[in-house]
């Protein structure tokens, strides 16, 4: 088998849609990128490409292969072993840290039980506006738009959703009005590893994943398992994030400990997985996730850490597209 040159035998018009071709033995098998052709066009497109190549004398048989690959933004997931790590905090966080860094960036709330991004974006009670029968992602002030559960139904409704309910619910929320431009949409997942995580995986398969856990041997234990079904998924790990990684006394500004430090970057070593950084334990960090108000968003030095992480995750996505 060996590649081919077509160019010589097409329309003009038709080279730029040929991504590959290759001949064997008579048989030329010619791919086409489906994504820059109307859907009502590809059929004369492919039996115009088919009438030209068979005019050639060493061809007995055409084959026209339309890739017809999602052209969507790169899914990025972040997610944990264990709830309560600072998922939903790290993933608004980076959200806005890319969006500052010219990204253009949306985030999925795939915590359909324990919606918290409406809070941390301080966009609680906005209601969303179909389109199209999609909903269509909140605006935010900090140049994120986002969807949640939250957004769609009242408060307490999604509970008692299991299995296809649950599953239904996450792709409506991917597969809502994000705007043509956006290039990353960063997936705040739930803890664990349950439907949601499977339907995320299977039928969205993400580009990547970001794991967060605190210093905790349980919650490094957890990390890894959810690292392990990302793995077998083949969605590769982007690195690893240490939270509440240190605390820093605001009054005396001693700092302590309370889960140890340093344990992820360890397990990162260990897993050979990247460790991508670490964000102290704050009190303002939550107080600003509280009121609506995003460290990343402002110039203090709670943002740097976010900055920083933000800045690995920008260069592996560069690398990535
Ligand atoms: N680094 C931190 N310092 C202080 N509080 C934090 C930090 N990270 C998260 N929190 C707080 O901890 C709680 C749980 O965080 P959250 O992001 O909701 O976790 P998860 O999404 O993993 O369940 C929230 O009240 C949040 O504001
Ligand atoms: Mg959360």
């Known amino acids: 088998m060996s590649r081919a ?28 990128d489906a994504a820059r052709i109307e859907e009502a066009k590809r059929a004369g497109v492919e039996d115009a490409i088919k009438r030209a190549i068979s005019a050639r004398s060493d061809v007995e048989e055409v084959r026209v292969v339309m890739t017809a690959e999602r052209k969507g933004p790169l899914i990025i997931a972040v997610g944990s072993g264990k709830g309560g790590v600072g998922k ?42 179909g389109l199209d ?47 043509k431009d956006i290039e990353v949409l960063l997936v705040d997942l739930p803890p664990g590893t349950g439907d949601v995580q499977l339907t995320m995986i299977q039928k969205f398969k993400p580009a990547g994943a970001v794991l967060v856990s605190t210093p905790q041997d349980l919650a490094l234990i957890d990390a890894a398992r959810a690292g392990q079904l990302f793995d077998t998924a083949g969605v590769p790990v982007i690195g690893l994030v240490e939270n509440m ?32 950084g670490r964000i102290p334990l704050d009190m303002a960090i939550r107080q600003g996730s509280d009121a609506g108000e995003p460290p990343a968003a402002g110039e203090g030095p709670m943002a740097a850490p976010f900055n920083a992480i933000a800045e690995r995750l920008q260069a592996w996505i560069s690398a990535k597209s």
């Not at 709330?109 to 941390?120: E, K, L």
């Open 88 to 129: 939903s905090t790290l993933t608004a966080n980076l959200a806005i840290a890319l969006a500052k860094g010219g990204v253009k960036v949306g985030l999925v709330d795939a915590d359909i039980y324990g919606p918290s991004q409406p809070v941390i974006f301080g966009t609680q009670g906005v209601k969303t506006q």
């Open 133 to 179: 029968n999609k909903p269509a992602p909140i605006e935010s002030k900090y140049g994120v738009p986002h969807l949640s559960m939250g957004h769609l139904v009242a408060p307490g409704k999604a509970l008692a959703w299991r299995g296809p309910m649950a599953s239904g619910a996450i792709s409506q929320l991917i597969e809502a009005h994000w705007s």
């Open 5 to 32: 040159d077509f160019s010589a035998d097409l329309p003009p018009e038709l080279i730029p849609l040929v991504t590959g071709s290759v001949l064997n033995e008579g048989r030329a098998t010619v791919v086409v």
């Open 245 to 276: 990684s240190g605390y820093a006394c605001p009054s005396c500004g001693e700092v302590s400990d309370p889960f140890g430090a340093g344990g992820v970057e360890a397990a990162a070593g260990r897993l050979e997985l990247p460790f991508l």
